[in-house]
């Protein structure tokens, strides 16, 4: 099995996310800055799943290689996000939220690495599936944290 998570590149540890066909890659060269599980309905929609997982990453430590497609749109909040997904096999790999300019979230799916970061929130709870259990070490919210717009 070829891991995600590759040996350390100059001291710096990297990972890939890719779509499903391979044509849309990421190459990111630090640990996510955080990771979360989302439950709202738009991550539902794109996912096709009852959650979403997601990992945050500063935009700077970001390759993003292969051309995607972008749908864009507006949050409960009034702001833009920007999915991107490839235009061959249709998978979400990474999104811009016009409210964090500095982070790139990428679909936890696309490293396709069973030992990646667990999540360490979960958010929008009130729309979570009743069936779904959410470990005792992941942070509830009903919507977003405190702080975070």
Not at 12 to 24: D, E, R
Request: glycine share 8%.
């Amino acid at each position: 099995m070829q891991r995600n998570l590759t040996a350390q590149a100059g001291g710096v540890s990297t990972a890939n996310a890719q779509c499903a066909c391979g044509a849309l890659k990421l190459m990111l060269r630090e640990p996510p800055q955080l990771t979360a599980l989302c439950h709202c309905f738009a991550c539902q929609r794109r996912t096709g799943a009852p959650f979403s997982a997601n990992a945050f990453y500063s935009i700077n430590c970001v390759e993003i290689s292969g051309t995607s497609a972008e749908f864009i749109r507006t949050a409960e909040s009034g702001r833009k996000v920007r999915m991107h997904f490839c235009p061959t096999c249709g998978s979400t790999v990474y999104w811009k939220a016009d409210v964090s300019p500095f982070w790139i979230g990428v679909a936890v799916g696309s490293f396709a690495d069973p030992a990646f970061a667990p999540p360490a929130i979960s958010v929008f709870e009130q729309s979570k599936h009743k069936w779904v259990k959410v470990a005792d070490t992941v942070e509830p919210f009903q919507g977003l944290p405190i702080g975070q717009h």
